[in-house]
């Protein structure tokens, strides 16, 4: 049993804020951590509608000085702004798709040994297209790709995808869509359709196919 003594902030910006923490433990030791505290995050796994291909990005991540392959995923850094709606908003931005539908592939603690980051994770479907607006440098430069779940498997083990949230995401989406509806409605719930919205129309699947099609391969 661990008894948090005190915290004090070292530092502060618009995404996180590092702690030393003072903890207790049950015979009277006393040890110091150093804590990220983060806005949290979500992440989006966009599957087309055939079931079989999913939509990522190579993007250059800046603590690794190299573009790796990840879903979509954002801050959640709009005050009071439910998860599924971020996830909605940030997969316009990145991949300039509208979904139709989302359904909540889960939760997770991206790195617990040094952050309290949580992110929720989501499998959507049902697309037409939107804006694309990145709102970063990393996010301008970055390149849209397409792959075939079938080949996450291969494109995990070979080193392709490390990125957790990403295989996290893909093997949560990858369960569901193998599941039959009342499973899958079980497991992973709907959480938030257009339709109940009025904000965005069914898919044209003629136009996704069209636009999935000048899409690099992995």
């Known amino acids: 049993m661990f008894d948090k003594i005190s915290e004090v902030e070292l530092y502060r910006n618009n995404v996180i804020s590092l702690f030393r923490v003072t903890f207790s433990t049950h015979d009277g030791k006393v040890f110091e951590r150093d804590v990220v505290r983060h806005l949290g995050a979500v992440s989006i796994v966009p599957v087309l509608d055939d079931g079989n291909s999913v939509i990522l990005l190579s993007q250059f991540r800046a603590?690794?000085?190299?573009?790796?392959?990840?879903?979509?995923?954002?801050?959640?850094?709009?005050?009071?702004?439910?998860?599924?709606?971020?996830?909605?908003?940030?997969?316009?931005?990145e991949l300039g798709l509208r979904c139709s539908s989302l359904r909540r592939l889960g939760e997770f603690e991206n790195s617990p040994g040094f952050t309290d980051e949580h992110s929720v994770s989501?499998?959507?479907?049902?697309?037409?297209?939107?804006?694309?607006?990145?709102?970063?440098?990393?996010?301008?430069?970055?390149?849209?790709?397409?792959?075939?779940?079938?080949?996450?498997?291969?494109?995990?083990?070979?080193?392709?995808?490390?990125?957790?949230?990403?295989?996290?995401?893909?093997?949560?989406?990858?369960?569901c869509l193998k599941r039959d509806q009342k499973e899958r409605d079980s497991l992973y719930p709907l959480v938030w359709s257009a339709s109940d919205t009025g904000k965005h129309g069914s898919g044209d699947a003629v136009e996704i196919s069209w636009w999935s099609q000048s899409l690099k391969a992995l």
């Open 122 to 175: 989501y499998l959507a479907q049902g697309f037409s297209l939107g804006s694309l607006s990145p709102q970063s440098i990393e996010e301008k430069e970055s390149s849209i790709v397409i792959a075939r779940l079938s080949r996450v498997p291969e494109l995990i083990t070979s080193g392709i995808i490390t990125d957790a949230k990403t295989i996290i995401g893909l093997s949560r989406a990858s369960d």
């Open 63 to 93: 603590s690794l000085g190299r573009e790796i392959i990840e879903v979509p995923a954002g801050k959640r850094d709009v005050v009071g702004e439910p998860p599924e709606i971020t996830a909605v908003r940030e997969l316009e931005e």
